[in-house]
Structure formats: structure tokens, C-alpha cells
Antibody
Framework: VQLVESGGDLVQPGKSLRLSCAAS????????MHWVRQGPGKGLEWVAS????????HYAESVKGRFTISRDNAKNSLYIQMNSLRPEDTAFYYC??????????????WGQGTLVTVSS | QSVLTQPPSASGTPGQRVTIPCSGG????????VYWYQQLPGTAPRLLIF???QRPSGVPDRFSGSKSGTSASLAISGLRSEDEADYYC???????????FGGGTRVTVL
């Protein structure tokens, strides 16, 4: 199992950014997926989840209305579109695999993370 | 401020037993499975304990989890230098979307 995030960058407040997570080594469409973030020197915060066929999506209150999670099972890829970015969104963003098709919120594999810095 | 409370730090000497508590409430620990994640310095988290006390393959049996009422704990017996890491508890919460993590506990091996 391998999860590789990309797309992290330095962006100004109010701007947008799209992160990607390339999955390999398992049947991607058999698993729900999540984004979890970690601010510098801070703890873990769950951000968003998407089930295997994208018909069940959930967000943390802190990002609801600004972030959109999506997946492309044909490309074995997970995405998160982040709009109206704020300095408090600065964090490492990890993609994580769930153990089930529909979220059990049990993360058995994690990517290495990609850093998003929101600053003027 | 997380709904799950963990001490910020814990320590022990090699070979000792260290216990990390995670305190919650009836809407989270009292009603759902507890998970523990280990994050070694500079690395991504990894699943250490699932469904209160079960270990994924590859996790040494020095690590054990337990739950009672609205509290849970992670115990590390026979502490080793490679156990220096941050440890997070995680639980679903009936009043929140998704999963909540505790604030994390940094374990230092003296």
C-alpha cells in the first residue's frame, strides 16, 4: 500500500489550492478515504472523508463550505480542493485509507504528507 | 481544545511501563471504539491500536489498549528508546462529524 500526496505550496490568504493523493498497491475503489491535517507543532485534525463511490462525504466544521473532497477511482486518486484559505489552514495534509468502503474512521495506512503554508 | 484529554507528556526509563490516559465522555469514548496512533519524529502517524485493544500485524505486544466507561488508556511495557514518539487517541463523537483526536502525548525515554 502506498499513498503519495502532492500539491502542497505557499499560498496567500484567500487563495485556492488543490491537493492530490496517488494510491497504489491496493484496490482503490474498495476503500473510503480521508484527509487529516497537522499544524506545525500541533496535533492531528480530521478534515474530510469520502466513501468508495463518492455518495457519502463529510467535513470538519472548520473547513465546511471551503474545502471539497473528491476521488477518481479510474485514476486511483484522491483530491481536496481548498478555497478561501486562511493562515490557520497551514498544516501538513495527510491522506489516509479507511478499512472499509463506507467510513469506519479507522485509518490503517497514511501518506507521508504535503505541506500547505498560507501566508502573505 | 479537544473533547478528548491526554497529558502532553509522559516519560520512563528503558524497561519501564508507561501508561497514557485518554479521557472523554458519553458521546465519544463511552459510545464508540477507541483508536491509538503513533507518530515517530518526522514521520506520518501509524495505526497502533484499533477497536479499543486490538493490534495490527507488526505492532509489538508491548503495546496494549484498554477502555472503561468514558476513559481509555494505552500502555507501553518494556519501554524502548524507539518508542519515543507522539501518541494520539481517536474516537468518533455523536455530536461531531468525523473523528476527534486527543491532543497527543509525547513519550520520552529517559
Amino acid at each position: 500500500v502506498q499513498l503519495v500526496e502532492s500539491g502542497g505550496d505557499l499560498v496567500q490568504p484567500g487563495k485556492s489550492l488543490r491537493l492530490s493523493c496517488a494510491a497504489s498497491g491496493f484496490i482503490f475503489h474498495d476503500y473510503a478515504m480521508h484527509w487529516v491535517r497537522q499544524g506545525p507543532g500541533k496535533g492531528l485534525e480530521w478534515v474530510a472523508s469520502i466513501n468508495w463511490n463518492s455518495d457519502s462525504i463529510h467535513y470538519a466544521e472548520s473547513v465546511k463550505g471551503r474545502f471539497t473532497i473528491s476521488r477518481d477511482n479510474a485514476k486511483n486518486s484522491l483530491y481536496i480542493q481548498m478555497n478561501s484559505l486562511r493562515p490557520e489552514d497551514t498544516a501538513f495534509y495527510y491522506c489516509a485509507r479507511d478499512i472499509l468502503r463506507n467510513s469506519a474512521y479507522e485509518f490503517d495506512h497514511w501518506g507521508q504528507g504535503t505541506l500547505v503554508t498560507v501566508s502573505s | 481544545q479537544s473533547v478528548l484529554t491526554q497529558p502532553p507528556s509522559a516519560s520512563g526509563t528503558p524497561g519501564q511501563r508507561v501508561t497514557i490516559p485518554c479521557s472523554g465522555g458519553t458521546s465519544n469514548i463511552g459510545n464508540h471504539y477507541v483508536y491509538w496512533y503513533q507518530q515517530l519524529p518526522g514521520t506520518a502517524p501509524r495505526l497502533l491500536i484499533f477497536r479499543n485493544y486490538q493490534r495490527p500485524s507488526g505492532v509489538p505486544d508491548r503495546f496494549s489498549g484498554s477502555k472503561s466507561g468514558t476513559s481509555a488508556s494505552l500502555a507501553i511495557s518494556g519501554l524502548r528508546s524507539e518508542d519515543e514518539a507522539d501518541y494520539y487517541c481517536a474516537v468518533r463523537d455523536d455530536s461531531l462529524s468525523g473523528v476527534v483526536f486527543g491532543g497527543g502525548t509525547r513519550v520520552t525515554v529517559l
